[in-house]
């Protein structure tokens, strides 16, 4: 893709194509509406979105969160999330493949909402402060909605585990994104 053109529908075909084989679990519909919105089209002071940012930003994200969230719940503590009822031994791998999918589109959103913010500060506090947010916002989502939903033993602790991981994972990707953005400031400066 040029610099300074608007992208076409297919540019973003091409890319959804190479991310994933979304087609075949009817996520692609999905994608290709997110991604032809003029929401993307332009940055906070006009200027085209760059694809190359926000593919490696959805990059980090994958390489981040992915092999955490494995480690913690599958590699370090996998006895205890199956005490916990968060998921069955049959169906660790379906969650597997299932959370990957997820994580990819959880990170192709989350790239294009940070490429939107401004916050002040280094660019590491500016990804950390970002993270926070969806620290939060997943936070909610996930642990409360869980807790809620499900009868645990010790919900004190299956909380603190929660957190524990959490800002483990969005920290590193806060930290990440940071040091993404730094330097692609700088090599536009040169």
């Known amino acids: 893709m040029k610099s300074g053109r608007i992208p076409k529908k297919s540019d973003f075909l091409k890319v959804i194509d190479f991310v994933s084989g979304y087609r075949s679990i009817g996520l692609k519909p999905i994608i290709v509406c997110l991604c032809t919105h003029k929401f993307l089209y332009s940055g906070t002071k006009g200027k085209s979105m760059n694809m190359k940012l926000i ?10 969160i992915f092999p955490i969230t494995a480690i913690w719940h599958v590699g370090f503590f996998q006895e205890l999330y199956l005490e916990f009822g968060y998921f069955n031994q ?13 994580i990819f589109v959880q990170g192709f959103i989350l790239a294009i909402l940070y490429s939107k913010t401004q916050f002040i500060g280094s660019h590491i506090v500016r990804g950390l402060k970002f993270s926070g947010l969806i620290f939060v916002f997943y936070f909610t989502i ?27 994972q969005f920290g590193v990707y806060g ?3 940071g040091i993404l953005y730094g330097k692609t400031k700088e090599n536009s400066k040169k």
């Open 90 to 102: 049959e169906e660790t791998f379906l969650a597997g493949v299932a959370g990957l999918i997820n």
């Open 55 to 64: 593919l490696l930003s959805t990059i980090i994200y994958v390489i981040t």
């Open 142 to 168: 996930q642990v409360v909605n869980f807790v809620v939903r499900k009868e645990i033993n010790d919900i004190l602790f299956f909380t603190l585990m929660e957190i524990i991981y959490m800002l483990i």
């Open 175 to 177: 930290i990440l994104m």
